[in-house]
């Protein structure tokens, strides 16, 4: 990951740009070969990217970064660094193994720090994508994500794929790793409504954060400041697509 820094204040005039980092975690299990399952997450995020990128054009005092986790057997990074959105690439990812969650909290956890943060920054936003249970020990990965003060900051978001992700036990992680009541997971039981779903909220989310508007203090490493995802107001809204998955 490389080493990215604040930008100064320009002398007498506006603060300069911000950043602000988003991390899909995408599940690449051996359940989202089901179905089509991944190929329309790959569709989806593909989709995504370029209404991504208006969002950032829109909002220039956010510079905004984008990566990816895959989790499966193993959880890796789909790129060496946090890159900006106008350069992010999705690489179709292929479904097959375990559900290694916890490792990819710790990897995001491991990042959320400094020098790739500074309390110049903005919220982090994590937009986990997951059709089910992790497999590893997820709780391990989320305290450690939480140690951090940047991952108590970040936003925090599930998109729930599929019937088997309205679980008890599903719905029991997913508000373990929110943990804001005022964001339900997005649900996604079909592929136009995965592609919908992805799409709102990336740009939702990215609009709440770097608007000059959203609340915007400071977050200096070690301080109880409240959780930003309070303030988050994202639509959750259900689709009327006849269920397939």
Request: glycine share 6%.
């Amino acid at each position: 990951m490389s080493d990215l820094t604040s930008q100064p204040r320009r002398p007498g005039g506006r603060m300069a740009s911000r950043p602000l980092h988003f991390i899909w975690l995408v599940d690449g299990s051996g359940s989202m070969r089901v179905q089509g399952k991944v190929e329309a997450l790959n569709r989806a995020i593909n989709e995504a990217i370029p209404h991504m990128r208006i969002v950032a054009r829109e909002n220039p005092q956010a510079s905004i970064f984008v990566n990816a986790i895959c989790f499966a057997d193993e959880a890796r990074w789909m790129g060496e660094k946090l890159m900006p959105v106008s350069e992010f690439r999705w690489h179709d990812i292929e479904a097959g193994g375990a559900t290694a969650l916890g490792e990819a909290l710790t990897m995001v956890g491991d990042v959320l720090q400094t020098p790739l943060l500074t309390d110049h920054g903005l919220p982090p936003v994590i937009v986990l994508v997951t059709d089910g249970l992790p497999t590893d020990d997820f709780y391990a990965g989320l305290d450690h994500l939480l140690s951090k003060p940047w991952g108590r900051q970040a936003v925090r978001v599930v998109v729930a794929v599929g019937e088997d992700s309205t679980s008890e036990a599903a719905q029991n992680f997913f508000r373990a790793f929110t943990e804001n009541d005022t964001i339900q997971p997005f649900q996604a039981n079909n592929p136009e409504a995965l592609i919908e779903v992805i799409r709102r909220v990336s740009t939702s989310v990215l609009k709440s954060v770097a608007s000059p508007l959203s609340r915007n203090a400071d977050v200096v490493e070690g301080d109880s400041t409240e959780d930003q995802s309070s303030s988050i107001g994202i639509e959750n809204e259900t689709t009327e697509k006849a269920d397939i998955w």
